[in-house]
């Protein structure tokens, strides 16, 4: 079974949206869950992050105001709301789940042109 399984990534143009989804075969529901993303030639960074309860949110600077972060528990479902695209926010986007040993996503290709 695999851990976590992303979804909704895809080609756009600069000012469209997105969303991504992540669902965890973890029940428990208990863990903090992220999105991180890295693009060629640069290191992986956060994007947003959520904790179990849904009520603690962090954002990258790049994106507040532009991202939000929920997630579902019922559904074991983190989403990402991306607005506004810009192009330096193409990259590889991976979700994380803060699991004792950590575990990611494969990662879904979000390419955003000018």
């Known amino acids: 079974q695999v851990p976590l399984v992303e979804s909704g990534g895809g080609s756009v143009q600069a000012g469209d949206s997105l969303s991504l989804s992540c669902t965890t075969s973890d029940r428990s529901g208990i863990y903090d869950m992220g999105w991180y993303r890295q693009a060629p030639g640069k290191e992986r960074e956060v994007v947003a992050i959520i904790s179990w309860t849904g009520d603690r949110i962090i954002y990258a600077d790049s994106v507040k105001g532009r991202f939000t972060i929920s997630r579902d528990n019922t559904k074991r479902e983190v989403t990402l709301q991306m607005n506004r695209l810009k192009v330096e926010d193409t990259a590889k986007y991976h979700c994380?789940?803060?699991?004792?040993?950590?575990?990611w996503g494969q990662g879904t290709q979000v390419t955003v042109s000018s």
């Open positions: 994380y789940e803060d699991t004792q040993t950590g575990t």
